[in-house]
């Protein structure tokens, strides 16, 4: 089992910039790529961001690419996406779900992860 916490969110203007954490516990979370998604009322969980458990391999969603970056302390046992030049339809509350992986392989669909957060809400005014 891991368990994954997220922290981070908040309200900010646009154009600000915010640093979502996901710490974990539990089992080797060496072993384990790690995906950031997001989730706006009344619309589908989606994929932001995801990095393999070596950190050698990222994946960006089109709409954060330039603004947004992930990375991993696998000795913190921590993810972390650093989000810049926010905008108000980045709004929504995002989540870290992980999932056993090959060191430079991390899935984008949220279906093929095993355990999630609780979720940070992110708000970015205009």
């Known amino acids: 089992q891991v368990q994954l916490v997220e922290s981070g969110g908040g309200l900010v203007q646009a154009g600000g910039s915010l640093r979502l954490s996901c710490r974990a516990s539990g089992r080797t979370f060496s072993d384990y790529a790690v995906g950031w998604f997001r989730q706006a009322p009344g619309k589908e969980r989606e994929s932001v961001a995801v990095?393999?458990?070596?950190?050698?391999?990222?994946h960006y969603a089109d709409f954060v690419k330039g603004r947004f970056t992930i990375s991993r302390d696998n000795a913190k046992n921590t993810v972390y996406l650093q989000m810049n030049n926010l905008k108000p339809e980045d709004t929504a509350v995002y989540y870290c779900?992980?999932?056993?992986?090959?060191?430079?392989?991390?899935?984008?669909?949220?279906?093929?992860?095993?355990?999630w957060g609780q979720g940070t809400q992110v708000t970015v005014s205009s």
């Open positions: 779900g992980a999932v056993r992986s090959t060191p430079r392989w991390a899935p984008d669909r949220a279906y093929e992860y095993d355990y």
């Open positions: 990095i393999s458990w070596s950190g050698g391999m990222t």
